[in-house]
Nanobody
Framework: QVQVAESGGGLVQTGGSLRLSCAAS????????MTWYRQAPGKQRELVAT???????SYVDSVKGRFTIARDNARNTVYLQMNSLKPEDTAVYYC??????????????WGQGTQVTVSS
């Protein structure tokens, strides 16, 4: 049983900042990567940023230079610092931990999502 929990969403004005947090717990043994996704109304879910256990990062082009992903491997926690927010960033943000669980093996384990709303 792997649990993934996000926090930090909210309502901000254009140009504002938010910091999202995500922690994996339970039967997780080793994490290969932790990833933030987002889904806006009427759109497909897209990958926003990902970070591996070794610290390698990647971002979708639309957030490069504005968002920063970081991790605390010892606590199975990942953060997404979002600066210079735009209305286009409005979405439900989901966290996924990819790795190995003692109970369910290898897979991706998802949180429930946290709403980010950016007003113009």
């Amino acid at each position: 049983q792997v649990q993934v929990a996000e926090s930090g969403g909210g309502l901000v004005q254009t140009g504002g900042s938010l910091r999202l947090s995500c922690a994996a717990s339970g039967s997780i043994i080793r994490i290969k990567a932790m990833t933030w996704y987002r889904q806006a109304p009427g759109k497909q879910r897209e990958l926003v940023a990902t970070i591996t256990s070794s610290g390698s990062t990647s971002y979708v082009d639309s957030v490069k230079g504005r968002f920063t992903i970081a991790r605390d491997n010892a606590r199975n926690t990942v953060y997404l610092q979002m600066n210079s927010l735009k209305p286009e960033d409005t979405a439900v943000y989901y966290c996924a931990a990819e790795g190995w669980s003692s109970s369910s093996g290898y897979g991706g384990y998802w949180g429930q999502g946290t709403q980010v709303t950016v007003s113009s």
